[in-house]
């Protein structure tokens, strides 16, 4: 879907972020900004702001900004799309799509139509098997025996899927409607004339929900021996597995508060974990962990922890959760892995050992690049060229997929380390291999490891009183029956013990060799025995006067008009990507008169020097507040030093010129006096 900027502007100019931020935030007035505590971070003290002259919310704790759009999407979780959406319909827009033609419109709010219809059938289904919950003490007494209390039960809406082939008749008017059939909760057998039955039956039932709090699907579990263990819905027009995480709607709130998610591989790892003092764990939906998985959870979250059942299977899909990682973990992200003993899950393992071993594990979990080397050395003898080389063949894919950064870097002057190469020698023999494939992955479809590619709704369960079943409910939360009221209490009893010292259980071999112990490789060298060669990093550029001048004008963007024709030349004529971006911010003030920044940064999406506005107006450095007047100074002494810089090149090249070119001094003198004038104009402001 195309948005036209136009309408990004005027939706933008419309809105307040103040009242955006504040449906979310308790802001109060400060000076010319609200403030107010940061959603995604926790502290104590007020350090977010928002501007409501600048429509724009920056915090000075952990750098998150934007504007009432990147908001939404940020903190709701909303795509770019969606949160443009609600923001329209908050203030009586309709959203156009100037390149969708009206056939493709009407399809379009079909699907929309379609996909409400299915959630509300699914959320009605969901509220009949709550129901079913409270009558049966079968279903009751497996969540008990599991520790679950009725309070989390109501927060992830735990329900109970009846036996018989048609219980949902009950449910709906219609048995025979298609949406049934649609939304997965009833399975139409064509062999046997069409006949129709639950597709859920005697099973324990998780919804699955999606970032808005929208139901799009169901997890069940059995309570016996049957097979399959667990079952979920189809892939629906609402459901996807490969997109969605079970628990990510209840534990968005605790992600932030903790600082992590928690990656787990089942539903009732979830629930139990949410019991047991960590509501910031999610799962996958019996698939493995996807790149899109990974990149949902980075929305809101900067660090991310995989944890697995210490079995073969376990390390499998922390194997395949490395590849969904790669292509997202950059420098300023945390990306760990979590190995529990083999006969352990993280419910077993916290029951048996306390919840302060279980979180002493997450603070010792595997990095993302230890994994990496470790995935990469698997079978190979690192004592031999042979091993040391397939090896480098493994990792390879691996290192591929990481995005460029100091990271990537590092990781492999480790490689490079293990197979006894240069870091360069081993880049340019990858860069070769590389390139002798493209030819062939051009006709093969080939492309590699590394290719892998609303308004929110409230929070329903928190800071609400444990469910009221229809009898009494016991210390857990749960209704009273006579046969089982006894003995429960809600939590994890006696459990609850130290850690006995357990290995990690992050492998029972160790990771690589190298003439003795694996751990000798992750030391710090001898500085008489120093690293081999690594390549150039790129410098850290400081901030210029460009950089500044950028900023004050794009914060500012009336400024502008108070500028002169030399410093506008000056300004276009810089190199890319200032150059551009100055003739940019020319053209939207002679189309568009003064914009905020919220509004720039919207018409900025996908342009050339939408890189560049970005990284000078990031950062505690990009609040540009104080007395106008003395922004306005500021900026004339930028642009007055940067024409002196500017004529003191043209002089170096008329210097040239002079043996050959009389008028050539004379342009020099000319200059020289501007110069002069400019350097005392200067000096006053300085």
């Given at each position: 879907m195309t948005i036209p900027q136009s309408f990004i502007q005027e939706l933008l100019a419309r809105v307040d972020v103040v009242d955006i931020v504040g449906r979310y935030v308790q802001l109060k007035k400060g000076g010319a900004n609200f403030m107010g505590l940061c959603p995604f971070h926790g502290e104590k003290s007020p350090s977010f702001s928002v501007s409501p002259a600048k429509q724009f919310y920056h915090c000075f704790g952990c750098g998150k900004n934007g504007n009432a759009i990147s908001f939404l999407m940020e903190h709701a979780g909303m795509g770019f799309v969606e949160a443009v959406q609600d923001l329209a319909q908050s203030v009586g827009l309709q959203v156009p799509d100037d390149d969708v033609s009206p056939q493709d419109k009407e399809r379009a709010a079909a699907a929309r139509q379609k996909q409400a219809t299915l959630t509300d059938v699914l959320e009605k289904a969901g509220d009949a098997y709550r129901r079913q919950l409270r009558e049966s003490q079968r279903a009751i007494a497996y969540f008990k025996g599991r520790g679950v209390s009725g309070t989390v039960a109501k927060r992830y809406g735990l329900g109970y899927a009846p036996e018989g082939w048609r219980s949902l008749a009950s449910v709906f008017p219609s048995y025979d409607d298609p949406l049934l059939e649609e939304s997965g909760l009833v399975i139409v057998n064509d062999e046997d004339g069409g006949k129709r039955y639950d597709r859920f039956r005697d099973r324990v039932m998780f919804p699955i929900r999606n970032v808005k709090g929208e139901c799009i699907g169901f997890g069940g579990r059995v309570l016996g021996d049957d097979k399959p263990k667990y079952l979920n819905s189809p892939e629906t027009p609402v459901f996807h597995k490969g997109r969605e995480l079970y628990g990510l709607f209840e534990a968005r709130t605790a992600i932030r508060e903790a600082g992590y998610a928690l990656v787990t591989e089942g539903y009732m790892d979830v629930v139990a974990l949410a019991q047991l003092g960590f509501p910031n764990a999610v799962a996958t939906?019996?698939?493995?962990?996807?790149p899109e998985h990974v990149q949902k959870l980075l929305r809101f979250t900067e660090s991310v922890v995989f944890s697995f059942d210490g079995d073969s299977a376990g390390r499998r899909a922390a194997r395949k959760a490395l590849d969904g990682a790669l292509p997202h973990a950059t420098d300023t992200r945390s990306i760990k892995f979590l190995f529990l003993p083999a006969e352990h899950d993280p419910d077993s393992f916290i029951r048996e050992h306390g919840t302060d071993a279980f979180a002493r594990r997450v603070t010792e979990a595997v990095p993302l690049s230890r994994f990496l080397v470790e995935a990469a050395s698997d079978g190979c003898d690192l004592a031999t060229?042979?091993?040391?080389?397939?090896?480098?063949?493994?990792?390879r894919p691996l290192w591929t997929a990481l995005p460029d950064g100091v990271l990537k870097r590092q990781v492999l002057g480790e490689l490079a380390d293990l197979t006894q190469l240069k870091a360069q020698d081993l880049a340019d023999l990858w860069g070769q291999t590389t390139a002798r494939e493209a030819p062939r992955s051009a006709h093969s479809g080939y492309t590699g490891a590394g290719s892998a590619p609303a308004r929110q709704a409230?929070?329903?369960?928190?800071?609400?009183?444990?469910?009221?079943?229809d009898s009494p409910p016991d210390a857990g939360g749960w209704p009273s029956h006579a046969e089982n009221s006894g003995g429960y209490d809600g939590g994890y009893g006696s459990g609850g013990g130290q850690s006995n010292g357990h290995s990690s259980g992050y492998g029972n071999k160790p990771a690589f060799r190298k003439g003795g112990d694996w751990k000798s490789n992750w030391k710090k060298r001898d500085k008489d025995s120093p690293w081999p060669p690594q390549p150039r990093l790129p410098r850290t550029p400081t901030a210029s006067r460009t950089d500044h001048a950028a900023r004050l004008l794009l914060s500012h963007m009336a400024f502008l008009e108070e500028l002169t024709h030399e410093d506008h030349a000056t300004l276009c004529a810089l190199p890319a990507p200032h150059g551009p971006l100055f003739g940019w911010l020319e053209?939207?003030?002679?189309?568009?008169?003064?914009?905020a920044w919220a509004v720039l940064r919207e018409s900025l999406r996908e342009h050339e020097c939408e890189a560049l506005a970005l990284k000078v107006m990031t950062g505690s450095h990009a609040q540009t507040e104080g007395d106008?007047?003395?922004?306005?100074?500021?900026?004339?002494?930028?642009?007055?030093?940067?024409?002196?810089?500017?004529?003191?090149e043209q002089q170096k090249l008329l210097m040239l010129q002079a043996a050959t070119d009389p008028t050539a001094l004379e342009r020099y003198r000319e200059l020289e006096q501007k110069r002069r004038v400019l350097l005392g104009v200067a000096a006053k402001a300085a």
């Amino acid at each position: 879907m195309t948005i036209p900027q136009s309408f990004i502007q005027e939706l933008l100019a419309r809105v307040d972020v103040v009242d955006i931020v504040g449906r979310y935030v308790q802001l109060k007035k400060g000076g010319a900004n609200f403030m107010g505590l940061c959603p995604f971070h926790g502290e104590k003290s007020p350090s977010f702001s928002v501007s409501p002259a600048k429509q724009f919310y920056h915090c000075f704790g952990c750098g998150k900004n934007g504007n009432a759009i990147s908001f939404l999407m940020e903190h709701a979780g909303m795509g770019f799309v969606e949160a443009v959406q609600d923001l329209a319909q908050s203030v009586g827009l309709q959203v156009p799509d100037d390149d969708v033609s009206p056939q493709d419109k009407e399809r379009a709010a079909a699907a929309r139509q379609k996909q409400a219809t299915l959630t509300d059938v699914l959320e009605k289904a969901g509220d009949a098997y709550r129901r079913q919950l409270r009558e049966s003490q079968r279903a009751i007494a497996y969540f008990k025996g599991r520790g679950v209390s009725g309070t989390v039960a109501k927060r992830y809406g735990l329900g109970y899927a009846p036996e018989g082939w048609r219980s949902l008749a009950s449910v709906f008017p219609s048995y025979d409607d298609p949406l049934l059939e649609e939304s997965g909760l009833v399975i139409v057998n064509d062999e046997d004339g069409g006949k129709r039955y639950d597709r859920f039956r005697d099973r324990v039932m998780f919804p699955i929900r999606n970032v808005k709090g929208e139901c799009i699907g169901f997890g069940g579990r059995v309570l016996g021996d049957d097979k399959p263990k667990y079952l979920n819905s189809p892939e629906t027009p609402v459901f996807h597995k490969g997109r969605e995480l079970y628990g990510l709607f209840e534990a968005r709130t605790a992600i932030r508060e903790a600082g992590y998610a928690l990656v787990t591989e089942g539903y009732m790892d979830v629930v139990a974990l949410a019991q047991l003092g960590f509501p910031n764990a999610v799962a996958t939906l019996g698939t493995a962990c996807t790149p899109e998985h990974v990149q949902k959870l980075l929305r809101f979250t900067e660090s991310v922890v995989f944890s697995f059942d210490g079995d073969s299977a376990g390390r499998r899909a922390a194997r395949k959760a490395l590849d969904g990682a790669l292509p997202h973990a950059t420098d300023t992200r945390s990306i760990k892995f979590l190995f529990l003993p083999a006969e352990h899950d993280p419910d077993s393992f916290i029951r048996e050992h306390g919840t302060d071993a279980f979180a002493r594990r997450v603070t010792e979990a595997v990095p993302l690049s230890r994994f990496l080397v470790e995935a990469a050395s698997d079978g190979c003898d690192l004592a031999t060229a042979e091993g040391r080389a397939h090896m480098a063949s493994n990792a390879r894919p691996l290192w591929t997929a990481l995005p460029d950064g100091v990271l990537k870097r590092q990781v492999l002057g480790e490689l490079a380390d293990l197979t006894q190469l240069k870091a360069q020698d081993l880049a340019d023999l990858w860069g070769q291999t590389t390139a002798r494939e493209a030819p062939r992955s051009a006709h093969s479809g080939y492309t590699g490891a590394g290719s892998a590619p609303a308004r929110q709704a409230p929070a329903a369960y928190d800071n609400q009183e444990p469910p009221s079943w229809d009898s009494p409910p016991d210390a857990g939360g749960w209704p009273s029956h006579a046969e089982n009221s006894g003995g429960y209490d809600g939590g994890y009893g006696s459990g609850g013990g130290q850690s006995n010292g357990h290995s990690s259980g992050y492998g029972n071999k160790p990771a690589f060799r190298k003439g003795g112990d694996w751990k000798s490789n992750w030391k710090k060298r001898d500085k008489d025995s120093p690293w081999p060669p690594q390549p150039r990093l790129p410098r850290t550029p400081t901030a210029s006067r460009t950089d500044h001048a950028a900023r004050l004008l794009l914060s500012h963007m009336a400024f502008l008009e108070e500028l002169t024709h030399e410093d506008h030349a000056t300004l276009c004529a810089l190199p890319a990507p200032h150059g551009p971006l100055f003739g940019w911010l020319e053209v939207q003030f002679h189309e568009h008169g003064p914009l905020a920044w919220a509004v720039l940064r919207e018409s900025l999406r996908e342009h050339e020097c939408e890189a560049l506005a970005l990284k000078v107006m990031t950062g505690s450095h990009a609040q540009t507040e104080g007395d106008l007047q003395e922004l306005r100074m500021e900026l004339r002494d930028l642009l007055n030093r940067m024409q002196i810089e500017d004529i003191e090149e043209q002089q170096k090249l008329l210097m040239l010129q002079a043996a050959t070119d009389p008028t050539a001094l004379e342009r020099y003198r000319e200059l020289e006096q501007k110069r002069r004038v400019l350097l005392g104009v200067a000096a006053k402001a300085a």
